[in-house]
């Protein structure tokens, strides 16, 4: 009987110079994963996908796309209540994929409109402070009116967090 398996795949990097249906190297990575994890993540060094990837945007005057398959800067970013407090609490629920697979991190998008207490929470405790969920949903609520007049960087949001929890105190 033939050996019928595959021994090569063509890919693109970023999808550069693709025009005949040439998959991208990262989606193509993403979907190896989830088809056999420990295979790929023996087989292939999948941290450098992110380096290869910036090479070529470098060297073709480009950006990666901020939607690019595993490394693109939305790729692991969580922003909504919901969908954040899930992330935090149990990370398969939203990702398929695990971003520290490819060296990439996760990161739970905290200075929106749209976020939720869990998100803040997260945040209060990364930044070493100590409140109670009561406190950090009155918390929440306050960088939620400020992110509807406008956008919040991520220090002018630690900065209020930092103001609160120093008024709670005095």
């Not at 990262?26 to 190896?32: E, N, P, S, V």
């Not at 945040?123 to 009116?145: A, F, S």
């Not at 220090?155 to 209020?160: G, K, L, P, Q, Y």
Request: negative net charge; glycine residues 8%.
């Amino acid at each position: 009987m033939a050996d019928t398996s595959i021994q090569d795949v063509d890919t693109s990097v970023l999808g550069i110079g693709e025009r005949n249906g040439i998959t991208p190297l990262g989606g193509f990575l993403a979907r190896m994963i989830v088809s056999s994890h420990d295979y790929v993540t023996g087989k292939y060094k999948l941290h450098k996908l992110k380096e290869i990837e910036d090479m070529i945007a470098k060297a073709v005057k480009v950006n990666v796309p901020f939607n690019n398959p595993v490394t693109g800067i939305c790729a692991f970013t969580h922003k909504a209540g919901i969908h954040a407090k899930a992330i935090l609490a149990n990370p398969s629920t939203y990702e398929i994929i695990d971003p520290h697979d490819f060296g990439m991190s996760r990161y739970v998008h905290f200075t929106s409109r749209l976020t939720g207490w869990n998100a803040i929470k997260s945040r209060v405790e990364q930044l070493g402070l100590q409140m109670t969920d009561d406190e950090i949903k009155l918390l929440t609520n306050k960088i939620k009116e400020q992110a509807d007049e406008g956008e919040l960087a991520i220090d002018e949001t630690d900065t209020i967090i930092r103001h609160f929890h120093r008024d709670l105190a005095a």
